[in-house]
């Protein structure tokens, strides 16, 4: 990892983890929408990994490999921000689908097909999985779901009480037991792409090999997976 020199090859360093920045650029890429390109994540990605060859002083090692996937993604997710990448579009699709769920959720005492899902929503079934791709990057809460329209931003409110920690409250424990809960409740496939995404770090991809699904598929389950534990939670 070192020139004849003594200094650091940084362009060693940056072909031994450009694999790092693209696994989590492909991880990534399933909590956004479809208008994000990978290799724009990737690029950026980039930046954040000679960023963290720039600045490390530890021994490099797996130690290393951490810090650069921290600066990685935090790279990612600065860019994300300033991009505003999350369109009200996306939220109010969203929505809609939650609410098909709730309803049919409601009058059939069982978690609704896609089909039914399609048929409440009035579109075809392949409407209806247009749908979830372009939907794909909602995220299970958004800070906005726990204020009103004439109230001031949630977590302003929390911060004036210094007793009152933001994080614990979205952690609060009757809100695990519900999401684990609504987890347990997936129709099998949802249930198990979602297990591989977040337990096991899996890329859409990877999960596609699994199930023999397409990527894009896997993208449809995990959007609608999204829908039916954000329409429990929203119940909640």
């Not at 939220?91 to 059939?108: C, P």
Request: a negative charge; glycine letters at 6%; proline letters at 3%.
């Amino acid at each position: 990892m070192y020139t004849e020199t003594g200094t650091i090859d940084k362009e060693q360093f940056v072909t031994e983890f450009t694999p790092l920045v693209k696994r989590i650029a492909y991880h990534m890429m399933t909590k956004l929408p479809a208008s994000v390109q990978v290799d724009d994540l990737i690029q950026v990605g980039m930046i954040g990994l000679l960023d963290a060859i720039n600045r490390y002083e530890g021994s490099y090692g797996r130690q290393f490999e951490s810090y650069a996937a921290q600066r990685i993604r935090g790279s990612i997710l600065d860019e994300l921000r300033e991009a505003d990448w999350l369109p009200r579009s996306i939220r109010k699709k969203m929505r809609q689908i939650e609410t098909a769920v709730n309803v049919l959720e409601q009058r059939m005492g069982c978690a609704p097909s896609e089909q039914d899902l399609a048929s409440e929503l009035n579109i075809s079934l392949d409407e209806y999985h247009v749908t979830l791709q372009n939907a794909r990057g909602a995220q299970l809460i958004f800070y906005e779901d726990f204020q009103g329209d004439d109230e001031e931003p949630f977590l302003d409110r929390l911060f004036v009480d210094k007793n009152n920690d933001p994080l614990n409250t979205l952690l609060d424990e009757s809100l695990r037991l519900v999401l684990v809960n609504a987890i347990d409740n997936l129709p099998p496939r949802e249930k198990m792409v979602m297990g591989m995404h977040y337990e096991h770090e899996m890329n859409l991809r990877e999960i596609g090999e699994v199930l023999g699904v397409s990527e894009s598929r896997v993208c449809q389950l995990h959007t609608q997976a999204v829908a039916r534990l954000r329409s429990r939670l929203r119940n909640t």
